[in-house]
């Protein structure tokens, strides 16, 4: 889950903030599953969790196709998303979308035109009101239904009821407030309690009448925890804890059975459990992705010089796992032997050279990209392992280099070590490195993480004045921290 967030991020870092935030809920009800359970005699759709799973996969691609070719909001350049399952079991899609015209600054109209969150009026749109009805209206909650499990102290923990608003409008914190007009001659009834326009969940109509589903569609392009939203779409797995206890029957008056529970050890018996339905299950079984991006995300993995990275059976002699052909290639070797022989690939980066070749993981070569578009990411290293931290920071400003003496020469001068070739490049200008491992890492980590890497480097690292370096950070540091 770390590693696809950070893959995001990193499409994030080439397309800038998403445009849309989409998420969208299988519906047990679609025509397709009832015709099919009439036809089977099964009774409900939780009978066949595998029909569920084909019918919201068929649904996703095709509404994925849909947004790729700008059926509803426009070409899209770049889409994620992220398949979760509810403790009852309907998988449900969390998507970000990047859209090719140049949102960045949009007006209330532009919003308008693709999100509402307002109630079709029945009598002109007699379809878009019952849908909506069905599957975008929020509630009752709150005083009204404080069963409800988004009520905590008789308040909507999501914010409804809405208040209304006459037009949409962005807040300094980037987040939309979307247009909810006061009608009191629309609403819709939920057993004694009327639900208007401020119970509406933000919905594109075009889309929810074609998909009939949950499908929740939110501006997003603003937004300042735009860490919290990648965040948020790879949370990862449902847990669940279990504790495991003996007890004893014994039966008293009338025959009535006490359970009477032993002295147990809670930490032998405390479980950490993954939560596994019906659903996810099947859709595992069924080889359907779980995550989803576009464009590809091509991870950079490097290396000291002789310190290849070699994956092998146990049971394997050494003498086998070192016979074998092409042990020593891997993707930061043969970048650099491409380099020898490409003058194009010596204009470029390690970070840029995804974007103009091709790796094949099966023969362990780069050839020159033909089609297509990919990102690259240099994997994460952590600041306290040494000349691999510092052989990355380099790879950040080193272009074309055919070897590691190429890496640590600089203005004719080789080196000994990489954390020289970065002090003469004056990358560790004081405590510059810190400042630029602190302020990387604020681009996707979250506060607690943020802490825990400050404290680690003070630690372990040769910070040479902590108050300074402190001062240079706390102000990225807190805004983090704020928005998350």
């Given amino acids: 889950m770390t590693q696809n967030y950070q893959d995001a991020m990193a499409i994030c870092r080439a397309?800038?903030?998403?445009?849309?935030?989409?998420?969208?809920?299988?519906?047990?009800?679609?025509?397709?599953?009832?015709?099919?359970?009439?036809?089977?005699?099964?009774?409900?759709?939780?009978?066949?969790?595998?029909?569920?799973?084909?019918?919201?996969?068929?649904?996703?691609?095709?509404?994925?196709?849909?947004?790729?070719?700008?059926?509803?909001?426009?070409?899209?350049?770049?889409?994620?998303?992220?398949?979760?399952?509810?403790?009852?079991?309907?998988?449900?899609?969390?998507?970000?979308?990047w859209l090719k015209d140049d949102m960045r600054n949009p007006t209330s109209t532009d919003v308008d035109k693709i999100i509402s969150a307002e109630i079709p009026d029945e009598r002109h749109d007699p379809e878009g009101f019952k849908l909506v009805e069905q599957f975008m209206m929020h509630g009752p909650c709150g005083?009204?239904?404080?069963?409800?499990?988004?009520?905590?102290?008789?308040?909507?923990?999501?914010g409804?009821?809405?208040?209304?608003?006459?037009?949409t409008k962005f807040g300094d914190n980037g987040f939309v407030?979307?247009?909810?007009?006061?009608?009191?001659?629309?609403?819709?009834?939920?057993?004694?309690?009327k639900l208007d326009n401020r119970h509406v969940v933000p919905h594109n109509l075009p889309l929810l009448k074609k998909y009939k589903a949950h499908i929740n569609v939110e501006w997003c392009c603003k937004t300042e925890a735009i860490k919290y939203l990648f965040k948020y779409v790879n949370k990862g797995v449902d847990k669940a804890t279990a504790?495991?206890?003996?007890?004893?029957?014994?039966?008293?008056?009338?025959?009535?059975?006490?359970?009477?529970?032993?002295?147990?050890?809670?930490?032998?018996?405390?479980?950490?459990?993954?939560?596994?339905?019906?659903?996810?299950?099947?859709?595992?079984?069924?080889?359907?992705?779980?995550?989803?991006?576009?464009?590809?995300?091509?991870?950079?993995?490097?290396?000291?010089?002789?310190?290849?990275?070699?994956?092998y059976n146990g049971k394997q002699s050494l003498d086998s796992i070192l016979s074998r052909a092409g042990i020593d290639k891997t993707m930061f070797t043969e970048w650099m032997k491409m380099n020898l022989i490409d003058e194009e690939a010596r204009t470029l980066t390690y970070l840029q050279f995804p974007t103009r070749f091709v790796w094949n993981s099966t023969k362990k070569t780069w050839t020159k990209r033909k089609e297509g578009h990919t990102i690259g990411r240099i994997v994460n290293i952590h600041p306290t392992a040494g000349q691999l931290y510092y052989l990355r920071m380099l790879l950040n400003v080193v272009r074309g280099p055919t070897?590691?003496?190429?890496?640590?020469?600089?203005?004719?001068?080789?080196?000994?070590?990489?954390?020289?070739?970065?002090?003469?490049?004056?990358?560790?200008?004081?405590?510059?490195?810190?400042?630029?491992?602190?302020?990387?890492?604020?681009?996707?980590?979250?506060?607690?993480?943020?802490?825990?890497?400050?404290?680690?480097?003070?630690?372990?690292?040769?910070?040479?004045?902590?108050?300074?370096?402190?001062?240079?950070?706390w102000r990225s540091l807190a805004e983090d921290i704020e928005c998350i």
């Fill in 243 to 311: 504790v495991v206890e003996k007890s004893h029957a014994s039966t008293e008056k009338g025959g009535a059975a006490d359970k009477e529970s032993d002295e147990v050890d809670e930490i032998k018996n405390f479980l950490d459990c993954r939560f596994l339905s019906a659903c996810e299950a099947i859709w595992r079984i069924f080889g359907y992705d779980i995550h989803y991006s576009r464009p590809a995300v091509q991870r950079l993995t490097l290396h000291l010089e002789d310190q290849q990275p070699l994956i």
């Fill in 15 to 97: 397309f800038g903030n998403p445009d849309l935030f989409i998420t969208m809920t299988a519906n047990p009800k679609w025509e397709e599953i009832q015709e099919h359970l009439e036809r089977a005699g099964n009774t409900t759709a939780n009978d066949r969790p595998d029909l569920i799973c084909r019918a919201f996969k068929m649904k996703l691609d095709a509404m994925l196709a849909d947004i790729w070719d700008g059926t509803f909001f426009g070409e899209a350049k770049a889409v994620i998303y992220t398949i979760e399952f509810q403790k009852r079991g309907l998988p449900h899609a969390h998507m970000l979308v």
């Fill in 403 to 473: 070897c590691y003496k190429d890496i640590l020469t600089f203005e004719g001068v080789t080196y000994e070590s990489f954390k020289e070739t970065c002090a003469a490049r004056d990358l560790l200008d004081g405590d510059k490195e810190w400042v630029e491992a602190l302020e990387e890492v604020s681009q996707w980590a979250f506060a607690s993480q943020l802490r825990s890497l400050f404290v680690t480097v003070l630690i372990f690292c040769q910070v040479t004045t902590p108050t300074k370096l402190w001062e240079q950070c």
């Fill in 160 to 167: 409804f009821p809405k208040p209304y608003t006459p037009e």
């Fill in 143 to 158: 005083k009204e239904n404080p069963n409800l499990a988004c009520t905590e102290n008789e308040i909507c923990t999501k």
């Fill in 177 to 193: 407030t979307y247009r909810r007009r006061q009608d009191d001659t629309n609403s819709i009834s939920k057993g004694s309690t």
